[in-house]
């Protein structure tokens, strides 16, 4: 079966303004990516850390209060746990991706 390059041109051509009449927009225009969201994340989980490091040098230093050191711990070891789920998911995924065959 041959197919012409010029059909299969048009037919992608097709696709695109269809989904662009149905309210369909790339992922930039919608503002954003998997890289933003990602990045965001990241950075929320740093900063959850930095935090709870900080409460917990005051408290060594006498000047923070018991429940703000146990409630940073806490999220900084949600955060912490979150982050390593999320990096076993990663290598599973990428050792399926290895399983493929090509």
Known sequence: MAVNISNAVAAYNQAVRQQ?????????????????ALRGAINGGVESLNRAEEVSRAAAAGKADVNDVITAVSEAEL?????????????????EILRMPI
């Open 79 to 95: 955060t912490l746990q979150t982050v390593v789920a999320l990096r076993d998911r990663v290598i599973q995924a990428y050792q």
């Open 20 to 36: 662009q009449e149905a309210g369909l927009e790339p992922s930039d225009a919608a503002g954003g990516g998997f890289a933003d």
